[in-house]
């Protein structure tokens, strides 16, 4: 089935999404456009999906029946406001700006009578293995639920929870890719330091991460059983665990993600 969906922001996460839906045959380009003020931002979208992409948020809401909010939170109070005389019972409003809840997105339409589903993706979404969380809110049902999942299972992995989980979702994986890039250029300069080529030594870090994500998805076992079969006694690996340990790097992630999600409820309020 094709849905005409509509974003309002062309940006790179909207981009990203689109191509997702495309590929999964979820739109076809006569069915997909998007709305942004940035000319640069929508002629990038137009030639990576053959889409009309527009100035006018009008013109997209009105050609849609599913709108994507695919804008910066600090423009998110306009755009609302300017939808608001166009949105109609039969849209469904979905938004991926973090830190917006949905009681302030209906206090910006200024209407209750709204469709809302809230996602908070990341941006591995832009090579399709994205993790997404999302919940619903103001009227919207079952159905718009499953159709979330769908479009969003496009773009890798999405999961249904509630709102006050999302700032825990935003700090996890909303800001978890930034922290697996720290660990991998930190992984890159250990190679370098150890003698490896600064090109080998990054390509070896990062499909080491990749391999290691994707076997513990494909096999379904506990990461600490994983390590565990790793890990020689007397061997190299103990030796490198125990620096980690020593170095604190378990309670380092679990800080950063606590306070990314501190830091996400803030700007929710």
Same mark, same amino acid.
């Given at each position: ?29 006569? *069915? ?9 931002? &929508?002629?990038?979208? #137009? ?6 992409? *527009?100035?006018? !948020? %009008? ?5 849609? &029946? ?13 755009? =609302?406001?300017?939808?608001? *005389? ?16 949905? /009681? ?6 200024? &209407? ?9 993706? !990341? ?20 159905? %718009?639920? +499953?159709?979330? +999942? +769908? ?12 709102? #006050? ?23 890159? %300069? ?7 080529? &600064?090109?080998? /030594?990054? +390509?070896?870090?990062?499909?080491? =991460? ?6 513990? =998805?494909? @096999? ?10 790793? @890990?020689?006694?007397?061997?190299? *690996? ?10 604190? =790097?378990?309670?380092?992630?679990? !800080? ?5 999600? #501190?830091? #996400? ?5």
């Amino acid at each position: 089935m094709s849905y005409s969906i509509g974003f309002i922001g062309a940006g790179k996460m909207a981009t990203a999404l689109a191509i997702g839906f495309l590929k999964a045959g979820l739109v076809t380009s006569q *069915t997909l456009r998007a709305s942004d003020v940035y000319a640069p931002a &929508r002629a990038a979208f #137009s030639d990576a999906t053959k889409a009309i992409a *527009t100035a006018s !948020n %009008d013109d997209v809401l009105k050609a849609s &029946r599913v709108i994507i909010l695919a804008v910066k939170p600090q423009q998110m109070e306009a755009a =609302l406001r300017e939808a608001a *005389t166009v949105l109609t019972p039969d849209h469904l409003v979905i938004s991926i700006a973090a830190g917006v809840p949905v /009681a302030k997105i209906l206090k910006w339409l200024g &209407r209750d009578d709204v469709r809302i589903v809230r996602v908070m993706p !990341n941006t591995p979404a832009l090579v399709q293995a994205g993790a997404s969380a999302f919940c619903i809110g103001g009227l919207a049902i079952r159905e %718009d639920a +499953q159709l979330t +999942q +769908q479009l969003f299972s496009a773009v890798g992995v999405a999961v249904e929870t509630s709102e #006050s989980l999302l700032d825990a979702v935003t700090g996890l994986s909303g800001s978890g890719p930034a922290y697996v890039f720290q660990i991998i250029e930190a992984l890159s %300069d250990a190679g370098v330091r150890v003698g490896l080529p &600064r090109a080998i /030594a990054t +390509q070896l870090a990062a499909q080491t =991460l990749y391999g290691a994500a994707r076997m513990l =998805l494909e @096999t379904g076992e506990h990461p600490g059983v994983l390590k565990d079969a790793v @890990t020689s006694p007397g061997g190299t *690996t103990i030796a490198g665990l125990h620096e980690l340990e020593k170095g604190g =790097l378990r309670a380092a992630l679990i !800080n950063a993600v606590v306070a990314a999600t #501190s830091r #996400s409820v803030e700007l929710g309020k």
